[in-house]
């Protein structure tokens, strides 16, 4: 923020050194200057902050939105990034193939299971190769946030709270990021998808919306709801888990 020096009056400095000898009466202050619109330069960089911001908080967050092949997604997650804790519960519903899934991971240990039927399986994060898909799992960017951090394009102010813009969703590389918090949407061949993100009064993230316009097909919408910034968070090992099967980490 750059500092503004402002002259004062001499007949206002009188007024206030020798009050007994000025007859005249003080103007009235001057009203702060308004506040700059933000340019396009400033809000992209004032999102990304915001962004960078978030990514070394603590969070509960609900991802929600519709999929290609008619499916809907639902999701619940808890991330301590300093403790390396996350929790997460989805739900794929419609299509032709539903699922749902638990995922726990503490450090390089990892639960996994089916349902609420289900055993939890363990397996050692150590042993899993980098290119299993399913089973791998990212301490530096464990919900997709860092890389939608830094496939953003370009940002528009439209109130005190709310952004929109551009970002570009495939990213750096072939690893999904969207939706933030449910990575699971590869894209090919679609430079830009629009975004909306809204923050609250203390800088939080708080909403993450994206917009994909395939060729083929209905827009898909998928919302990621950020609360409880900061707060702590009791994600412990669930009791009774099974070892995973060495063909696991082949």
């Not at 999102?47 to 967050?61: C, E, K």
């Not at 390396?84 to 739900?91: D, F, I, K, V």
Request: proline content about 10%; aromatic content about 6%; glycine content about 6%.
């Amino acid at each position: 923020m750059t500092r503004r020096l402002v002259a004062l009056p001499a007949a206002v400095c009188l007024a206030v050194l020798l009050p007994t000898a000025c007859t005249s009466t003080p103007p009235a202050p001057t009203p702060p200057p308004p506040r700059p619109t933000p340019t396009p330069d400033t809000a992209r960089a004032d999102v990304i902050a915001a962004l960078q911001r978030s990514q070394a908080a603590t969070i509960r967050y609900v991802v929600r939105g519709n999929l290609p092949e008619g499916q809907y997604v639902t999701c619940t997650g808890a991330l301590a990034p300093t403790t390396r804790r996350l929790q997460t519960a989805t739900a794929i519903t419609g299509g032709k193939f539903p699922s749902t899934g638990n995922r726990i991971v503490i450090g390089t240990d990892e639960y996994l299971r089916d349902s609420a039927k289900d055993d939890w399986i363990h397996l050692d994060l150590k042993r899993v190769k980098p290119d299993n898909p399913l089973l791998h799992f990212d301490w530096t960017d464990p919900t997709g946030l860092k890389r939608f951090t830094a496939a953003i394009l370009s940002a528009e102010q439209i109130d005190p709270h709310t952004y929109s813009g551009k970002f570009n969703p495939e990213g750096k590389a072939a690893d999904p990021f969207i939706p933030v918090g449910a990575p699971s949407i590869v894209t090919l061949g679609m430079l830009s998808a629009s975004y909306t993100i809204t923050t609250n009064a203390q800088g939080w993230v708080t909403s993450i919306k994206v917009q994909l316009a395939p060729t083929k097909g209905p827009k898909l919408t998928l919302t990621t709801t950020l609360t409880a910034h900061g707060s702590a968070l009791n994600i412990t090992a669930p009791a009774g888990a099974k070892e995973a099967a060495d063909f696991y980490y082949d």
